[in-house]
């Protein structure tokens, strides 16, 4: 008899009702069933194996027993390689042959080591006549679709839940982890209101990791090895998993390739991936604001694609050699306003193990710029004697012998515009791609006012010197003012 | 009458093929079949569906051919009734065959003849009337995997848990003859599959889902699922076809809207089926097998004791062992036989 089946056997309230002792046991192997021939029966345990499969194989009819008042079952049991039954099921027949099936899912059975799994038996069907239960059979519970691998020690029944080792629900899952990030392992295991943890690094305690959850910040390369938790209660000790942590030395960050954005303009992003060691797969996907565009870009390698809204996404088998720098470009709207952050995750794979980092600085802040006026050709948020003068070109522009103030949207200007000479006076031209800042009424040309307005921001001063210092804000006729930034 | 609306319905779309001179509904009722998470459920519909929506689905029999029914006064569609993905069957409503089923195949329907799956039998044998007094058929909407369980398709709902391979998706089993032939909602290829299938292997969307057999339901889902049906109850005895090769099993549905027993399904008589074999030794005995959630419960009727027995079990008399409603039967035969009165079992009538 084993630690764990003797906590069963030996607790008052838990009667045994399948020993599976050779001899002693209650049931045997049914007739028909795929089990004939493919249990191996050992002194206290039966293993289900062979061509088995998961049609209920085991049981016993005739009997007359009294299970009126019993809520809870407890099988002690262990799955073994190869089991793909999603569930083991358990049937009570009544002397008119009623029946109430009751089904635990199978991974809730340790891997090749025997544990007790404890779960209601619920109530009994309306009819059925639960003192007088007169069969039973165990198994998959179908018709016999997959390979049940098990093997079984003993069946309790109790009133009460009957108190055992601590089970565990959720085994701590393999993690992988960029150096000088952090992860987390955890464990969930019922058995009790004081379970006590107590987590090993490559067999040897850590300390002070006495919870359910084991953060690790800032690891290491050394770091790398095998986590597992001892889990107590009064009743003894389980061992979950080794878990295993991989740190790799993989590095990942994001920069912007200005110092913020204007809204409506492209803004140029770099991510960066510094790697030594790392033979896995990577997945970079950067996260962009609300209503933000991916520019794309068919000469980019590896070309990245728009997974989802906001989300672009690049793929690596192999990571080329160390660094790896992906650049885009990102489409704001032309309304969007305020400061806006960028967040990217690589998320990686290798040896079967998954994690993921975040870029840093995470999230990655872009501001956004303030708009210098039209006239401001060095960007220098003043108004220069010779940037008046392109204005005043740009308003002299003529048509013949009428001045028209017309100008077009020319790259090679110098302030990304040039005279139009070609139309007429009093045209507008309200299709330009963009406008002058100085056209506030934005019909394509600069009048007499229009140009007033520069000349204003022109005249400037602080005391007596004249400085032509504007700034960016809303609510005026041109979307500036005079005055320092 | 319960339901007036449906009598005025089949009035109005019965038109001059109708020679009843009192129109009368079939009553109505509704099913809900529980599968809990993790579990294995039999199945089936106790009912017929609800009338189709197409016109001219009652009439009599003019002339029928070795595999197929005419009725001289329809004006159906032509094809309207032999689309894969919308299957029909034919329930012979009057006469010797009243209850008996079958499905409507290709070729394709004309506008008075259907074309029937008649399990191999010859339907100019078996003495069905013709003419103007000749026997009343209906025409009954069909199921298949995916109209009765979904699909992930736009405009359809998944009632079922879809994997991308079988072993953790919710298995619908049918009953092939010789083993069971399971299919599963595949959601990386979005198409019904069988669970041997490969990428390559037809969609199992139009897979029919007969009406006189039974199904397994495995329920991989982490929930219960409810299946609830509705439809209306069978006027006449079920008239099922199984096969009676050598042990040959079939899993049928006695169409029984209220729980029944073994006992009251009395397969044994003559008035039921042809040649039951009883025995007090089960291995020599026809055997009817219940799903009973876990396992089959097997029972044969033992003709010594004169009641039915579970086999292996010293209890000794099962008649009163119930089945439940819409609960399917796997039935097996000894021996082997052809003709048609061999082949068919009468299961009671459960409505009128």
């Excluded at chain 1, 955890?186 to 990791?209: E, I």
């Excluded at chain 2, 079949?33 to 519909?45: K, L």
């Excluded at chain 2, 029919?208 to 929930?223: A, E, H, M, Q, Y």
Aim: glycine share 12%; net charge neutral; proline share 5%.
């Amino acid at each position: 008899m084993t630690l764990a089946s003797a906590i069963i056997s030996g607790f008052a309230q838990s009667p045994v009702w399948e020993s599976f002792n050779q001899p002693g046991a209650q049931g045997s192997v049914l007739p028909l069933s795929s089990w004939v021939g493919n249990v191996l029966r050992q002194p206290e345990t039966i293993t289900i194996t062979g061509t088995a499969k998961d049609d209920n194989g085991w049981g016993a009819i005739g009997l007359n027993f009294d299970a009126s008042g019993l809520s809870y079952v407890t099988i002690l049991g262990q799955r073994d390689a190869g089991n793909q039954a999603a569930s083991l099921v358990l049937q009570f027949e009544d002397s008119t042959l009623m029946v109430h099936t009751v089904a635990v899912s199978t991974s809730q059975f340790p891997i090749g080591t025997l544990g007790a799994v404890q779960f209601a038996l619920g109530a009994w069907p309306a009819g059925f006549n639960a003192t007088r239960v007169s069969g039973w059979s165990i198994g998959g519970g179908t018709t016999g679709l997959v390979a049940l691998r098990m093997t079984l020690d003993q069946i309790a029944l109790s009133a009460v839940a009957a108190p055992s080792l601590p089970i565990i629900v959720v085994e701590p899952a393999d993690r992988l982890a960029g150096v000088g990030t952090g992860t987390t392992l955890s464990v969930s295991a019922t058995g009790g209101q004081s379970l006590l943890y107590r987590w090993k690094f490559n067999g040897s305690p850590l300390a002070g990791a006495t919870s359910a959850v084991l953060a690790l910040s800032d690891v290491k390369l050394t770091d790398t090895g095998a986590y597992a938790v001892d889990i107590t209660n009064a009743y003894g000790t389980t061992l979950s998993r080794s878990a295993q942590l991989a740190v790799v030395n993989l590095r990942a960050s994001q920069t912007l390739a200005s110092a913020g954005y204007l809204a409506g303009t492209p803004l140029g992003v770099g991510a960066t991936i510094t790697h030594s060691g790392y033979s896995g797969s990577v997945v970079l996907q950067v996260l962009l604001p609300m209503g933000w565009n991916y520019v794309p870009d068919a000469a980019a390698n590896p070309v990245p694609s728009v997974v989802a809204p906001g989300v672009v996404e690049w793929r690596w088998s192999t990571l080329p050699a160390s660094p790896v720098t992906v650049n885009y470009s990102v489409n704001s709207p032309s309304a969007a306003k305020d400061p806006q952050t960028l967040s990217g995750l690589v998320q990686l794979t290798q040896a079967g193990i998954a994690g993921a980092i975040a870029l840093k600085p995470d999230p990655l802040l872009v501001p956004l710029l303030p708009r210098s006026h039209s006239a401001d050709i060095n960007g220098d948020f003043r108004i220069s004697l010779l940037e008046l003068t392109r204005v005043i070109e740009l308003y002299s522009t003529r048509k013949g012998s009428d001045r028209t103030g017309a100008y077009r949207v020319d790259a090679s200007g110098e302030d990304g515009f040039n005279p139009d000479g070609e139309r007429t006076k009093g045209s507008v031209n309200s299709a330009l791609m963009r406008f002058h800042s100085g056209d506030s009424n934005r019909d394509g040309g600069l009048d007499l006012f229009e140009l007033l307005r520069v000349i204003e921001l022109y005249n400037v001063r602080t005391g007596s010197i004249r400085t032509g210092a504007y700034r960016f804000v809303s609510g005026t006729e041109d979307g500036f003012e005079p005055g320092a930034q | 009458m319960a339901f007036p609306l449906i009598a005025l319905l089949g009035a109005l779309f019965a038109g001059d093929m109708v020679h009843a001179q009192v129109a009368k509904s079939r009553p109505v009722g509704f099913l809900v079949q529980t599968i809990p998470a993790g579990q294995t459920r039999s199945f089936s519909v106790p009912f017929d569906a609800d009338v189709s929506s197409q016109g001219g689905t009652v009439g009599r029999l003019t002339a029928v051919g070795a595999n197929f029914i005419e009725c001289a006064s329809a004006r159906w569609i032509p094809g309207a009734f032999s689309t894969a993905a919308a299957p029909y069957f034919v329930r012979l409503s009057t006469g010797g065959h009243a209850g008996r089923t079958f499905g409507i195949t290709t070729p394709a329907n004309t506008g008075t003849r259907l074309y029937l799956d008649t399990d191999g039998l010859d339907l100019t044998t078996v003495g069905l009337s013709i003419g103007a007094a000749g026997d009343a058929f209906e025409i009954i909407p069909g199921d298949t995997l995916m109209t009765f369980f979904g699909s992930m398709a736009v405009g359809h709902g998944l009632v079922v848990q879809g994997s991308g391979e079988p072993n953790t998706a919710d298995l619908v089993q049918v009953w092939s003859g010789t083993g069971w032939l399971r299919y599963y909602y595949n959601t990386v290829w979005l198409r019904w599959a069988l669970d041997t299938d490969t990428l390559a292997d037809p969609a199992r969307d139009n897979v029919v889902l007969r009406s006189d057999r039974g199904l397994l339901f495995t329920r991989r889902g982490g929930t219960r699922l409810d299946l609830a049906v509705v439809g209306r109850v069978l006027a006449v005895p079920q008239r099922a076809m199984h096969v009676r090769s050598e042990n040959g099993r079939t899993f049928l549905a006695p169409m029984q809207t209220a729980d029944t027993t073994l006992g009251a399904l009395a397969l044994q008589g003559s008035d039921r089926s042809v040649a039951w074999r009883g025995s007090s030794d089960a291995a020599d005995a026809d055997i009817v097998s219940v799903w009973s959630g876990a396992t089959w419960f097997n029972f044969f009727f033992n003709t010594v004791a004169g009641h039915w027995q579970r086999v292996g079990d010293p209890a000794p008399n099962r008649d009163d062992f119930v089945i439940k409603a819409g609960t399917p039967v796997l039935i097996q035969r000894r021996t082997a036989a052809t003709s048609l009165p061999d082949r068919t079992l009468v299961f009671p009538a459960a409505g009128s």
